[in-house]
């Protein structure tokens, strides 16, 4: 997406071993927040319920 110009073209770069460290790190930084305030339970059910969706 940083590549094509969805999002800044920062998230797009890859490092020397192919991949993009400021995506992950910026993916990693947001998954740690939604733990912290919504809680792991609340994500679990989320998670049943988008796989239910998705395969029925």
Not at 3 to 19: A, L, M, S, V, Y
Request: hydrophobic residues 50%; charged residues 15%; positive net charge.
């Amino acid at each position: 997406m940083g590549r094509d110009r969805e999002i800044p073209q920062r998230f797009g770069k890859i490092d020397k071993f192919g991949t993009p460290l400021s995506s992950i790190l910026l993916s990693m930084a947001i998954s740690l927040l939604f733990v912290y305030f919504v809680g792991f339970s609340t994500i679990i059910e989320a998670s049943n319920v988008s796989v239910l969706i998705a395969y029925s």
